[in-house]
């Protein structure tokens, strides 16, 4: 008796393992004690089930996989199912959990990146201002200059140094192309303008300052775009029409005569077309330099542009 009261008092305890071992220990007595005996071995494996599910059970609170697994081992195989589906469940929740975390910290550090490399762009362009507002007003020279002592002021500051390297470069060339098409404009030479105007708008977008200054070259390229577009039509060279008709309506969509130009040249494109399938037999080289022509021409998705390219190519081995 001494003996199954120390049994329960383990099992109060807790102490199931212990239990279990001086339940063995226990003598042999009455029939009384061993119905005693038998009623505690039933209690012990009972409590013992109760306790092992009860520490599963707060085991979910910690949401440590590691944790909970080996618990659910020490279950009876008739308590483990239901509990490793919950755990199936919450590993798959910590792995959503993981990929929005890891997104959340990829969105983080884009932002935080983006953020940066804004400030980076405002602090360089506040150290050219004076640059800047010296080439907005036309002084060229002073502009190159002032580069000199933005150098002198952020000598540390690498992007800084390559960019006013880079201006003082720009700029001379720019004024060199934008001085020559203006002479050009003032010669009513619309035509030779194109050339001299397109170098002026491809540096003053490399320059990249902002100001008026871009939207006047974009309106002089334009009209002397067409102006070449319409030279170029009249001459026969098409391509070179297209090329300017194209980029004349680019800068200045709402230009009725580039579009009426760039109209014609598909009309035109449209009879080289007939001209080089008529001659694809007889002179297969010249067909195939006219279908070129018909390819560079005809405005994109045409039907003779398709054609074109579906004959040049059954000409070319």
Same mark, same amino acid.
């Given at each position: 008796?001494?003996? #199954?009261?120390?049994?329960?008092?383990?099992?109060?305890?807790?102490?199931?393992?212990?239990?279990?071992?001086?339940?063995?220990?226990?003598?042999?007595?009455?029939?009384?004690?061993?119905?005693?005996?038998?009623?505690?071995?039933? &209690?012990?494996?009972?409590?013992?089930?109760?306790?092992?599910?009860?520490?599963?059970?707060?085991?979910?609170?910690?949401?440590?996989?590691?944790?909970?697994?080996?618990?659910?081992?020490?279950?009876?195989?008739?308590?483990?199912?239901?509990? &490793?589906?919950?755990?199936?469940?919450?590993?798959?929740? #910590?792995?959503?959990?993981?990929?929005?975390?890891?997104?959340?910290?990829?969105?983080?550090?884009?932002?935080?990146?983006?953020?940066?490399?804004?400030?980076?762009?405002?602090?360089?362009? &506040?150290?050219?201002?004076?640059? &800047?507002?010296?080439?907005?007003?036309?002084?060229?020279?002073?502009?190159?200059?002032?580069?000199?002592?933005?150098?002198?002021?952020?000598?540390?500051?690498?992007?800084?140094?390559?960019?006013?390297?880079?201006?003082?470069?720009?700029?001379?060339?720019?004024?060199? $192309?934008?001085?020559?098409?203006?002479?050009?404009?003032?010669?009513?030479?619309?035509?030779?303008?194109?050339?001299?105007?397109?170098?002026?708008?491809?540096?003053?977008?490399?320059?990249?300052?902002?100001?008026?200054?871009?939207?006047?070259?974009?309106?002089?390229?334009?009209?002397?775009?067409?102006?070449?577009?319409?030279?170029?039509?009249?001459?026969?060279?098409?391509?070179?029409?297209?090329?300017?008709?194209?980029?004349?309506?680019?800068?200045?969509?709402?230009?009725?005569?580039?579009?009426?130009?760039?109209?014609?040249?598909?009309?035109?494109?449209?009879?080289?077309?007939?001209? $080089?399938?008529?001659?694809?037999?007889?002179?297969?080289?010249?067909?195939?330099?006219?279908?070129?022509?018909?390819?560079?021409?005809?405005?994109?998705?045409?039907?003779?542009?398709?054609?074109?390219?579906?004959?040049?190519?059954?000409?070319?081995?």
């Amino acid at each position: 008796m001494t003996s #199954l009261d120390a049994v329960r008092g383990l099992i109060e305890e807790k102490q199931f393992d212990e239990a279990r071992a001086k339940l063995e220990a226990t003598p042999q007595g009455t029939a009384k004690t061993d119905d005693l005996r038998r009623k505690l071995a039933t &209690e012990l494996e009972e409590q013992d089930i109760a306790w092992r599910l009860q520490q599963v059970e707060e085991s979910f609170a910690s949401r440590d996989p590691e944790t909970i697994r080996p618990l659910i081992s020490q279950l009876p195989p008739l308590n483990r199912p239901a509990y &490793e589906v919950k755990l199936t469940d919450l590993e798959a929740e #910590l792995a959503k959990e993981a990929q929005d975390a890891s997104r959340r910290n990829r969105n983080a550090a884009a932002r935080a990146a983006e953020l940066a490399k804004e400030r980076r762009k405002e602090f360089i362009a &506040e150290a050219f201002a004076d640059v &800047e507002r010296r080439f907005n007003g036309g002084d060229y020279q002073r502009a190159v200059l002032e580069c000199d002592r933005v150098m002198d002021k952020h000598r540390a500051e690498k992007d800084v140094k390559d960019r006013a390297l880079a201006l003082k470069r720009l700029i001379p060339q720019f004024r060199r $192309a934008l001085e020559d098409g203006q002479k050009k404009l003032d010669a009513n030479s619309l035509e030779a303008a194109a050339k001299p105007l397109r170098r002026a708008a491809a540096l003053y977008r490399q320059i990249g300052f902002r100001g008026s200054l871009g939207n006047s070259i974009d309106e002089q390229l334009a009209s002397s775009s067409l102006a070449a577009g319409q030279s170029a039509l009249k001459k026969g060279d098409l391509g070179a029409a297209g090329a300017h008709f194209r980029e004349a309506l680019r800068l200045n969509p709402g230009d009725g005569r580039a579009r009426e130009g760039l109209e014609t040249l598909q009309k035109k494109a449209e009879e080289l077309f007939l001209r $080089a399938y008529i001659q694809r037999d007889r002179d297969p080289q010249a067909a195939a330099e006219m279908f070129k022509v018909v390819i560079e021409t005809a405005s994109e998705g045409s039907d003779v542009k398709r054609k074109a390219e579906m004959y040049l190519s059954e000409l070319q081995p």
